[in-house]
């Protein structure tokens, strides 16, 4: 039988999604572990993000690591 080996069952990337106000709007494939504000850079540098955002105040940003981004805006 073939050794196990954790690294060949890592993941490389996870889809993060991306809500405005609570509501679903884009989905982010970035690397696991990767810093808040690592993440919240790449999150507010797509496109279908900044179109949501366009003059709107930006109130917070929620990030639950491998799991969700939420902007809150008003």
Known sequence: WPAWDPALTAVDEID??????????DLVALPPGLPA??????VMERD??????????LIRVVHVPGRLVN????
């Open 48 to 57: 279908k993000i900044r179109a949501q955002l366009a003059g709107k105040e």
């Open 37 to 42: 504000a690592e993440v919240e850079q790449r």
């Open 71 to 74: 902007l809150v805006v008003r």
């Open 16 to 25: 993060l999604p991306v809500q405005v106000n609570g509501k679903l709007r």
